[in-house]
T-cell receptor, first 115, second 112 residues
Framework: DSGVTQTPKHLITATGQRVTLRCSPR?????VYWYQQSLDQGLQFLIQ???????AKGNILERFSAQQFPDLHSELNLSSLELGDSALYFC??????????????FGPGTRLTVL | GENVEQHPSTLSVQEGDSAVIKCTYS??????FPWYKQELGKGPQLIID?????GEKKDQRIAVTLNKTAKHFSLHITETQPEDSAVYFC???????????FGTGTSLTVIP
């Protein structure tokens, strides 16, 4: 158990809908990262937050957004869902800010299925 | 940006044999190279990592080697056991903050 928690574990929804995925980092970790894992794309970095502020953006679609709250938990919002958004979404956390190469600890993931 | 390639994509070994997975990276500024193991239905779990100021690191049956000149690093698992069966991912980081660039994964099967 990495100490990173994610809810829900599974999510099934329809095209065009909006969903919110939630992540709680390890105790004391200030950075949160979101990744998408699909069969043909591997693990793709989406976005990073540090202590409530956005720090880095990867291949995140404009339909997706994220935020980190004062208690350091993070939410990933996916809107106008398409079939191709079906994937595993992982959250990871690390202790320090961007600029240092810290180990990232992954949560168990949320499996999103868009029908 | 960084590009990480990983080979092979699948690997089958007999129990007790060794397994080697290789990764190459493109950005010479990368300085941190973790390896993750992902079992079915679970998140990636860190198994070993190495920083660019070290050439080799070992933890029991697992070792990682790094060749900065050639820009490649490898995972070595000795005396493999059925519970080593999983997908293994390499990653590189360091040129732009803490963003990790992952390889495409190696599905390892250890045959009892």
């Amino acid at each position: 158990d990495s100490g990173v928690t994610q809810t829900p574990k599974h999510l099934i929804t329809a095209t065009g809908q909006r969903v919110t995925l939630r992540c709680s980092p390890r105790s004391g970790d200030l950075s949160v990262y979101w990744y998408q894992q699909s069969l043909d794309q591997g693990l793709q970095f989406l976005i990073q937050y540090y202590n409530g502020e956005e720090r880095a953006k990867g291949n995140i679609l404009e339909r997706f957004s994220a935020q980190q709250f004062p208690d350091l938990h993070s939410e990933l919002n996916l809107s106008s869902l398409e079939l191709g958004d079906s994937a595993l979404y992982f959250c990871a956390s690390s202790p320090r800010r961007a600029g240092g190469t810290d180990t990232q600890y992954f949560g168990p993931g949320t499996r999103l299925t868009v029908l | 940006g960084e590009n990480v390639e990983q080979h092979p994509s699948t690997l089958s070994v007999q129990e007790g044999d060794s397994a080697v997975i290789k990764c190459t990276y493109s950005d010479s500024a990368s300085n941190y190279f973790p390896w993750y193991k992902q079992e079915l239905g679970k998140g990636p779990q860190l198994i070993i990592d190495i920083r660019s100021n070290v050439g080799e690191k070992k933890d029991q049956r697992i070792a990682v080697t790094l060749n900065k000149t050639a820009k490649h690093f490898s995972l070595h698992i000795t005396e493999t056991q059925p519970e080593d069966s999983a997908v293994y991912f390499c990653a590189a980081s360091g040129n732009t903050g803490n963003q990790f660039y992952f390889g495409t994964g190696t599905s390892l099967t250890v045959i009892p």
